[in-house]
Every structure is written in C-alpha cells, then in structure tokens.
DNA sequence: TTGCGACTATGACAGTTGTCATAATAATGG
DNA sequence: CCATTATTATGACAACTGTCATAGTCGCAA
C-alpha cells in the first residue's frame, strides 16, 4: 500500500490504486472522481475511456486490487516465518504489526478500502457489494491454506481464518477510532494461544 | 434499534435515531440531512434548530445514541441468561445471534453505525471520530464488567471484551458483504471455548 | 502523406449537498 | 390580553457530485 506510483504504472493503474487509498482513508461517498485522477496525477479526460462503468467500475476494481494485495501478503509473510517460529501466532502477529506500523506511520488516516466499500455500498450497488465478498475471499483463502500447511487441520483452518479477518478487521476499526494501537495488539496476544492449539 | 419511533418521541429524538438508521444502511456521505428529516417525519426546519452544529453535531449525536444503545443491550443479555448458561460463550452467542437475526431479517441491508462513522469520518472530522471512540467504548465497558461478573478476572476482562467486540464488528462486516451469516456464527463458535476457559 | 485508433481536454449538464437568512407560526408564561 | 420564546416553513445560496458530448491531440500503420 505504500510503494510509490508515480512512474512504471500507466495511469489507469495509478487511478486505481489511488482509489483505493482515498476510499480507505476518507470514505467512498467523500472520494470523488475528480480527486482521484488529481491524486493519480492522470488526466481526467482518461476516467470516462478507462472505466465506461463510472464510479462503480472504478470502486470494485480498487476493492479487488486491495483484496489481491492482502492476499500476497499473506503469502510474503508465511514465506518469511522463521523456521523456529512458523506457529499460526506468528503469522497472525506478523499480520497485525503490519496494521499496527500502519497506523502510527499514517497517525491513523488510513483504514481497510474493502470495509469502507462495504459500509458504503452494501445496500446501493450490488456489484461492488460483490466486489467486497470476493476480496474478502481473496484474503481469507491464502490464510486457510497458510494455517493448514502450518499444521491446522483443513475444515477448521477455513474458520480460523475467518476468526482472524473479522477479528483483525474490527480491531483497526477501533484503533482507527481510538486513535489507539491497544485494540489491535490485544487481539493479537488474545487470539495467539488459541490459534497455536488448533495445529495437530 | 428495532422499535417504533414514531410517537411518545420528540421530534428531535426521532431525528437522531433515523440518522443512525440510515447511517447504518448507506454510510455517512450517502446520507443527506433532508433524507433524515423525511425518514423521521420531522419538519426540516427543526434541523438548524436541533442541530445548530450541523452535520457533526447530528451524527456525533446519532452514534453516541448507538453506543448507549448496545451498551443497553449487553446488560439485558447478561442478566437474562438463564442460570444454567452463565458463562462467557453464552453471552457473545446472544449477542451475535443479535446480529444475525437482524442481519436475516433485514437481508443484510443493516451494518453498525458506529462503523460506518469510524469509516467515513475517522479522518475528517475530529469531533466525530471521537464520538466513535467514546461509543466503543461505552460498549466494551459493559461487557467487561459482564465478563467479569461471569468470573474472567479483572484485567483479563477488559481485553476478551476487546477481543468481542472487535470480531463481531469484523464478522458483521463480512456478513454484510457476502450477504451470508456463516463469519458471525464462524467466530460465535470458535470463540466460545477460549472465552469460557478464562473464567477461574 | 492519409487514415484510424487510442488517449486526452474541456465545458456543460442536471441533481445533489450542507448551510444560511428570513419570516411565519405555535406555545408558554406574565 | 400581551410578550417572549420555541419551533417550523420556505427559499435561496454556492459548492460540489457523477456523467456526458464534443472536440482535440497523439502515435502508428498503410
């Protein structure tokens, strides 16, 4: 979420990334369209050729881009565990400083896009609602794979994942609102034991 | 939040509530202040009266009202727990089970508001993000203090109460997006057995 | 060159938004 | 009854919003 796209990436990615990062900082409904080709330096003309869909178009593609983006993260840290450390603890820990450096790096301005998406559009458009499911599978799936090749038995790895999604998802909302890492650190250590039990 | 609001409440109550109603269903920005008059059959005129701060004012107002609200509710399940069901699991089912009755019986057009305005306006506006940290809050108080009742020591409480609340906003989330119940009752269950282990 | 496609520029559109100024009405206490 | 306050009514304001129509520019192939 914070490597710099200024060059390399055509416009039409930069706009979509842009999206993605003031929606999940200000909100879908405060996020216009003319601030985001501003904010992808992109020229507007550019919005109505790249995304004939409007808003929604640009939305669920940002939606999904941030759910394939937390997807690969979750793979880059299961990779980078230390060998005397792969307990699902640590992954979920690793998860979770990752919000936490986050926070205290952007003093809290930015959130999760998929959950302010889903806030947003889940009664209006439905297929940015769908968007937000999808991304949420998107993050859920590598979870449930990385607790089972950790050593979690498989139907129980797909529910502890979920566990981890919801807990960590409500916990940056509260830390967000608190302006306070104490949520996300305590689900952290709360969730750790009970995690680590479940490997067979 | 289910109740009728239509008499024995001033018109400036029913304002604040069918803010969060609305709130809730189309985030903060969809959400105009004449469509809150209308929804609560209040003279729009009444709005600059009510609210002389505006906007702010009239969604800080709408989400302490939500928080007082489930802080309500949590006393109510607590102390309506049957006596052979007095543990910890039991009362983060009822809640969940809250939720996901309302989510079923309103075909998931419903979030929480709390969340919504922590999305939305956690980095515009100061006075609400606030509003939002005081109604976590004034949530997890109660249910602290339940835990505790329940005999989970003191200052564990305080961080399974965290813990709570913080996978059931997430849960509720998911929900909302995949218009399926299965991440609320995914986290009841998992849940249940570390928060009843932690009572001595 | 010519032509054709991809991309950009620009301005206008109708519909909102929150907010305010102003005035009319209702209620209340003397 | 009057006077004072609380409440409501109404219209207007400027500042947006997303979307569209139209024309423009650029690069590249024939």
Redesign the interface.
């Known amino acids: 979420m914070t490597e710099q796209a200024t060059r390399t990436y055509s416009p039409r990615e930069r706009m979509v990334f842009s999206a993605a990062q003031l929606i999940r900082?200000?909100?879908?409904?405060?996020t216009g369209m003319r601030d985001v080709a501003a904010h992808a330096e992109a020229p507007r003309g550019s919005l109505q050729h790249y995304f004939p869909g409007g808003k929604d178009q640009l939305v669920g593609e940002a939606v999904a881009w941030a759910g394939r983006y937390a997807a690969r993260r979750v793979s880059r840290y299961l990779a980078a565990l230390p060998a005397d450390e792969r307990r699902p603890s640590r992954l979920f820990a690793a998860l979770v400083a990752q919000w936490t450096d986050e926070c205290l790096a952007t003093d809290?301005?930015l959130?999760c896009p998929?959950?302010?998406v889903?806030?947003?559009?889940?009664?209006?458009s439905d297929t940015t609602?769908t968007a937000?499911?999808q991304?949420?599978?998107c993050w859920r799936e590598p979870l449930a794979a990385g607790l089972a090749e950790l050593g979690v038995p498989r139907p129980r790895s797909a529910?502890?994942a979920?566990?981890m999604?919801?807990?960590?998802?409500?916990?940056l909302?509260?830390a967000?609102?608190?302006?306070d890492i104490?949520?996300l650190t305590?689900?952290s250590?709360?969730?750790g034991p009970?995690l680590d039990a479940a490997v067979t």
């Open positions: 900082r200000d909100g879908v409904g405060a809290f301005t959130g998929v959950a302010a889903t806030v947003d559009c889940a009664d209006a609602r937000t499911a991304a949420f599978a529910a502890l979920t566990l999604v919801s807990s960590l998802e409500g916990a909302l509260i967000r609102a608190e302006r104490h949520a305590t689900v250590d709360e969730l009970l």
